[in-house]
């Protein structure tokens, strides 16, 4: 079965710093899809990047960006710069494949504090 | 222009209501999601629409019944619901969902539903 594993409950960071959220997650697919989300406290669910698993090139979007370890199945995000709106909780997700259809399986998020 | 519209935002509902949730997106996207968010928890799938016919149902109770009118429109019928099945309830969609599509899915504001 395919699972996500998100390692760290919260995470906090100073407002500017760097900080990474570690997600592993488990497949016996060759050809998947890994996502991060963040859910800030308004609830709705913002894709933050995508990465696809043919792609060796490691996905960034502006101060986001992933570090894809695919033999080690691990897929962190890395937030540079942080400012006080990253704040949210993050949720790591797998793309799947169930009756011809495909669907997210999100892991349990970690949330992440800014500090001023 | 990625925009999945829900309404209500917020619903009260007795365990003798029927009520609905409406779901909502002019972006072309086939397949159309729900899914249910407990507090401190990830979203949980409940079914996938993909050209307008369910596609998976996650052995949701019928209490629940989802309807696809058309395309664009997704609706969640609910009746004779419990106090337990107070959540957040996600819409999302995406451009395709069969498999191998791996297209990212979009997420509404989301509808939060309290059953008294």
């Known amino acids: 079965a395919q699972t996500v594993t998100q390692s760290q409950p919260e995470m906090s960071v100073q407002e500017a710093e760097t900080v990474t959220l570690s997600c592993t997650y488990d497949?016996?697919?060759?050809?998947?899809?890994l996502f991060w989300y963040k859910q800030p406290p308004s609830r709705q669910m913002i894709l933050v990047i995508r990465?696809?698993?043919?792609?060796?090139q490691n996905a960034t979007e502006n101060r986001f960006s992933v570090n894809f370890q695919k033999a080690a199945k691990s897929f962190s995000l890395k937030i540079s710069d942080s400012q006080l709106g990253d704040a949210a909780m993050y949720f790591c997700a797998y793309r799947i494949n169930q009756g011809g259809s495909e669907k997210l399986v999100f892991g349990k998020g970690t949330k992440l504090t800014v500090n001023p | 222009d990625t925009e999945v519209t829900q309404t209500p935002k917020h619903l009260v509902m007795g365990m003798t209501n029927k009520k609905s949730l409406k779901c909502e997106q002019h972006?072309?996207?086939?397949?159309m999601y729900w899914y249910k968010q407990k507090a401190k928890k990830p979203p949980e799938l409940m079914f996938v629409?993909?050209?307008?016919?369910?596609?998976i149902n996650e052995s949701v109770p019928s209490r629940f019944s989802p309807e696809c009118p058309n395309s664009s429109l997704l609706n969640l019928h609910l009746h004779a619901l419990q106090p337990e099945d107070s959540a957040l309830y996600l819409c999302?969609?995406?451009?395709?969902?069969?498999?191998?599509?791996?297209?990212?899915?979009?997420f509404g504001e989301g509808s939060w539903l309290t059953v008294v």
């Open positions: 999302a969609s995406s451009q395709r969902g069969d498999r191998g599509a791996g297209n990212t899915i979009y």
């Open positions: 497949t016996s697919e060759s050809d998947y899809y």
């Open positions: 990465q696809e698993a043919y792609k060796q």
């Open positions: 629409y993909s050209y307008e016919k369910l596609s």
């Open positions: 972006m072309g996207h086939r397949a």
